[in-house]
């Protein structure tokens, strides 16, 4: 009797086997009739997707993923991506012929395809689909570069992150084709472009942790050097490592030409009451170049600071030199000249002296004063709209040369005054 009940459970489990391997060619099947060739002007043929059919095939192959029953496991995964790609196709041709798509359909089907490719190549012992998926699968890649650029159109940080993210790692996500050379040296598009991509993004989100892992690569993109060392130096500032902020800060003032890492770790020194390592800070960017403008005007703005103008005007002369249209030195230089002049005036009333030795020394700081004048009327030239930058410094100017009418004028520009 038990041999008999052994042989009807052998028979209903070969029966049952059977039923999911008829599944997966009825579905085959179902996929194969959803593609119709339509005709249009001019006799070109395109491919028409009939999407009830296709939908019919995925619904029909299912039970055959899900029941443990199914003998040929490769070739149902295998045919569950190409019904997820039949499905994704009709999106991606609308978002090359630049009209409305479903963005996220693209993508959930996408997604869904490379895991129905990666499990046939985990059970394709014969490896009877290799061959097919791996050239699917090297073509996809930029299908997620495509997907992060329409998601980043959207506003969709986070996602376009993750599709960006998914470019990047593509070759570790697909064992498939982790050695194919079209993974590790794609032509297509550069690793370096779509790792600044992803770090916008995760900047976007303040995802600070994000933007310092993709910094080395992201610095390799030649195209925009400047926004990938911004988003740095901000993600370190964030998170409070100074240290690192401080060293990347000087690293890319002396390797780029952008002024901005210079002049925020001289703000960031001047606040900290760091005036040593400020100017050692200036010294360095003058010994790879004496030309660096806002290494001059940095200096002379620390030597200003510690109460040495005629110091620091020679620097600020140099930084006129390099930029004649740089307003904040040609002030900076006319104040020179007047803490010159008050620092002369200070004295007189330490020294004993005649009215005639008296009468020289007031003739000095007149002087002093006269050389300045050029300077601030510059910046008033460049900057005629803001006399809230230089009407005070020119009121003073003009009332120790007792030039009182223009004095007047001055003070009626003053804010608040």
């Not at 994000?210 to 925009?224: F, G």
Request: proline letters at 3%; glycine letters at 4%; hydrophobic letters at 40%.
């Amino acid at each position: 009797m038990k041999k008999v009940l052994c042989s009807i459970a052998l028979l209903a489990t070969v029966g049952a086997v059977n039923a999911q391997d008829k599944l997966v060619k009825k579905s085959r099947a179902l996929l194969d009739e959803s593609v119709k060739v339509v005709e249009l002007e001019g006799g070109v043929k395109k491919n028409s997707f009939d999407i009830q059919k296709i939908e019919e095939a995925h619904a029909v192959l299912q039970p055959a993923l899900t029941s443990g029953q199914t003998k040929n496991m490769a070739m149902a995964w295998d045919l569950q991506g190409d019904i997820y790609q039949r499905i994704f196709a009709p999106e991606l041709d609308k978002a090359a012929a630049k009209e409305p798509f479903d963005t996220i359909k693209l993508a959930e089907n996408l997604m869904a395809c490379l895991d129905a490719y990666d499990k046939c190549y985990e059970v394709d012992a014969k490896q009877e689909y290799t061959q097919k998926n791996k050239g699917n699968l090297c073509n996809f890649r930029d299908y997620h570069a495509y997907l992060g650029q329409f998601f980043y159109q959207g506003h969709k940080y986070e996602e376009a992150g993750k599709q960006f993210a998914k470019w990047l790692s593509y070759g570790k996500d697909h064992k498939m084709v982790e050695n194919e050379p079209a993974i590790l040296n794609p032509t297509t598009m550069e690793p370096a472009q779509i790792a600044y991509f992803a770090m916008l993004m995760a900047n976007q989100l303040k995802d600070y942790d994000k933007v310092i892992a993709l910094k080395d690569m992201a610095l390799e993109y030649k195209e925009d050097g400047e926004t990938p060392r911004k988003c740095v130096l901000l993600a370190y500032h964030e998170k409070g490592d100074m240290d690192m902020w401080i060293k990347l800060s000087k690293q890319y003032a002396k390797e780029t030409s952008d002024e901005t890492y210079a002049q925020n770790l001289l703000a960031y020194y001047l606040n900290k009451g760091q005036k040593d390592e400020a100017l050692a800070f200036a010294d360095e960017l003058l010994a790879i170049n004496p030309d660096n403008m806002i290494a001059n005007y940095l200096k002379g703005t620390v030597l200003m600071d510690n109460e040495k103008p005629m110091e620091a005007l020679v620097y600020f002369e140099k930084t006129i030199e390099v930029d004649p249209e740089y307003v904040d030195a040609y002030l900076q230089a006319g104040v020179c000249h007047t803490r010159e002049g008050n620092r002369i005036n200070n004295e007189l009333s330490n020294k004993k002296m005649t009215k005639a030795q008296n009468d020289a020394e007031i003739e000095k700081v007149k002087d002093c004063y006269r050389k300045a004048k050029p300077f601030v009327e510059k910046a008033m030239e460049l900057q005629p709209d803001k006399p809230e930058r230089w009407a005070a410094i020119m009121s003073n100017i003009y009332y120790v040369l007792g030039e009182k009418e223009k004095q007047a004028e001055m003070d009626a520009l003053i804010p608040n005054n």
